[in-house]
C-alpha cells in the first residue's frame, strides 16, 4: 500500500511509464497476464522433480509428449519464452521486403518480422476494429482482405500466415474454427504454411465452445488439437495459456524447417532439449498444459472478465466489448474524449488508475502501436485506443476486482481532469518499455 502522495511521486520520478514503477509499488497488478500465473501444487512438485541434464532429460521427453499430445506437431522445440520463438521463426522466413499477414501481430511479433525486413500486416475483420460491435468471434482475419493481399504482393513474398489466438492486440478477442479452416485453406492453395501464435490457444477454445455451433459438447482438449489440426505450426509463450512464470517453445511438422530452427536455437537459446529453460521449467509447463484444460478452471477464468464487463456496463464506462479471454480494455477515446489521440488518451487514463489507487494496467493504442513518421515527425495513431486490464491466472479474487472497479469508477467520475503526454524519449523498437514522457 502506498499514499497518493507516494504515487504521484513516483510517477514523476519514473517519467510517467508504468513499466519503471517497482512492483513493491503497486496494489493490483494488471500490468499483464504473462508469467504472472500461481503455480499449482502440482507444478510446484514438478519444479522439485526437474532432471536437470544437458541433453535429452527426463523433464524433456514429458514437455515433448504433452505439447505433441495437444498440438499434433513433429518438431517441439523449447524457448526461453514466446519472442524466443518468434525471433527464430522470423531469422529463418522473413527476408526483407517479405509480407507476412496476420489477423493482430502483437507488438513483440511485429518488431521480430520488422527487425528482419520484413512487413507485418494486419488483416483482422472489421468488426474486430469497432469497440462496440458484438461479433462472437472478433478476433477473425479477413479473409478477402487475405486473398488481396496474396494476389496484390505474390505468394512467393509471404513465406507465412500468422493467426494470433485469441487476438491480444484486438482485444482478446477470439478466432472461430471455420475462420482457422478458411484461412488454412486459402493459404493452403498457394503453399503458403499458417502457423498460430497459440500463447492463449485455450481460452480461444473455451470461446469455440461457448459460441460456435457443434463444439458446445466437444471436450476443451478436443477442440484445442482441431485448432492446431489446421496449422503447419506454433509458436508459444507458456507464459499465458501453460499457467508458468518462464517458458515457451516453436512446433512445426516441416522437416527441413525444424533442423534450420535448431541449429539457430543452439547458438542463441540452448540444446534442443532445453532451449533456453531449466529442465524444472519444462515440467511446470507439462504440468500447466494439462491444467489450462480443465473446464472449470476456464469457467472460471472466462467468468471473472466477464463479470468485470456487467459492472463496468452498469456504471456506464466505456470498454471493448464483449470482454475478451485475459483482459478488459476501456475505450479510451471515449473513456477521455477531451484528450486528442496524439497526447495519448490511454496512457492518461492507465496513469490515473495508479495515481488513484496504486492499479497498473497497460496503454495498448497509439503509444505501443503508433509510429513516428521519420521524415515529417508526425504521429501515424492505430485505430482503437484502449488501456488494458489484464488478468493474472489464479491469483486474485472477486474482492480484488470490485476494489479496481471503484478505482475505475472514481477516475471515471473525474475524467476532465484527466491530461494528456508527449514523450521526452522514445526507442525506435517497442518504445512502450522504455519511454518516457511529460504531462501537456
Ligand atoms: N504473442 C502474443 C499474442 C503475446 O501476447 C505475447 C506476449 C507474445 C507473443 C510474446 O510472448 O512475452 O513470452 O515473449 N504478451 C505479453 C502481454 C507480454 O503482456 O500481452 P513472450
Known amino acids: 500500500m502506498t499514499t497518493k502522495e507516494e504515487r504521484v511521486q513516483l510517477l514523476k520520478v519514473t517519467r510517467y511509464n508504468l513499466f519503471k514503477i517497482p512492483a513493491e509499488d503497486i496494489l493490483i497488478d494488471l500490468l499483464t497476464d504473462s508469467g504472472t500465473a500461481a503455480m499449482s501444487d502440482k507444478q510446484w512438485a514438478g519444479i522439485m522433480r526437474g532432471?536437470?541434464?544437458y541433453a535429452g532429460s527426463r523433464s524433456f521427453y514429458r514437455f515433448e509428449q504433452k505439447v505433441r499430445e495437444i498440438t499434433g506437431f513433429r518438431h517441439i522445440i523449447p524457448t526461453h519464452q514466446g519472442r524466443a520463438a518468434e525471433r527464430i521463426l522470423f531469422e529463418i522466413l522473413s527476408q526483407k521486403g517479405k509480407h507476412i499477414p496476420s489477423n493482430t501481430h502483437f507488438d513483440t511479433t511485429r518488431a521480430n518480422i520488422e527487425y528482419h525486413g520484413g512487413h507485418a500486416v494486419d488483416l483482422v475483420i472489421s468488426e474486430g476494429k469497432n469497440t462496440q460491435s458484438l461479433h462472437?468471434?472478433?478476433?477473425?482475419?479477413?479473409?478477402?482482405?487475405?486473398?488481396r493481399l496474396i494476389n496484390e504482393v505474390g505468394p512467393e513474398n509471404i513465406p507465412l500466415c500468422l493467426l494470433t489466438v485469441t487476438n491480444n492486440s484486438g482485444g482478446g478477442q477470439p478466432v472461430s474454427m471455420k475462420n482457422i479452416k478458411?484461412?488454412?485453406e486459402i493459404v493452403g492453395r498457394y503453399d503458403i504454411p499458417l502457423f498460430l501464435d497459440a500463447c492463449r490457444f485455450a481460452e480461444?477454445?473455451?470461446f469455440i465452445k461457448k459460441r460456435e455451433p457443434g463444439y458446445s459438447e466437444i471436450p476443451l482438449k478436443k477442440i484445442a488439437q482441431e485448432m492446431f489440426s489446421h496449422a503447419d505450426g506454433c509458436t508459444m509463450s507458456a507464459k499465458k495459456d501453460a499457467l508458468v512464470n518462464i517458458g515457451g517453445f516453436l512446433a512445426i511438422n516441416d522437416d527441413d524447417f525444424a533442423v534450420q530452427a535448431r541449429n539457430v536455437l543452439i547458438v542463441t537459446e540452448?540444446?534442443?532439449t532445453y532451449g533456453g529453460l531449466a529442465g524444472r521449467d519444462l515440467e511446470?509447463?507439462?504440468q500447466g498444459l494439462d491444467e489450462v484444460l480443465h473446464e472449470d478452471y476456464m469457467a472460471y477464468r472466462i467468468r471473472t472478465i466477464?463479470?468485470?464487463?456487467e459492472k463496468l456496463d452498469r456504471i456506464g464506462i466505456p470498454f471493448l466489448k464483449p470482454p475478451g479471454g485475459h483482459?478488459?480494455?476501456?475505450?479510451a477515446k471515449t473513456f477521455a474524449s477531451h484528450i486528442p489521440a496524439h497526447q495519448f488518451p490511454g496512457q492518461a487514463i492507465a496513469c490515473a488508475l495508479y495515481t488513484e489507487g496504486g492499479v497498473r494496467s497497460c496503454e495498448i493504442g497509439g503509444i505501443m502501436f503508433g509510429k513516428t513518421d521519420p521524415r515529417t515527425g508526425e504521429y501515424i495513431l492505430p485505430k482503437m485506443e484502449l488501456v488494458r486490464l489484464a488478468f493474472p491466472r489464479r491469483v486474485y479474487t472477486q474482492s480484488h476486482f470490485d476494489y479496481v472497479l471503484e478505482v475505475i469508477e472514481e477516475v471515471f467520475k473525474n475524467r476532465e481532469c484527466l491530461k494528456g503526454f508527449r514523450f521526452v524519449y522514445e526507442a525506435p523498437y517497442l518504445r512502450h518499455f522504455t519511454a518516457e514522457y511529460e504531462v501537456v
Open 51 to 53: 532432471d536437470e541434464s
Open 136 to 147: 462472437p468471434f472478433k478476433g477473425n482475419m479477413d479473409l478477402d482482405k487475405l486473398e
Open 182 to 184: 478458411n484461412t488454412k
Open 204 to 206: 480461444n477454445a473455451y
Open 270 to 272: 540452448g540444446f534442443s
Open 284 to 286: 511446470a509447463i507439462a
Open 306 to 309: 466477464e463479470y468485470m464487463g
Open 327 to 331: 483482459a478488459i480494455y476501456l475505450d
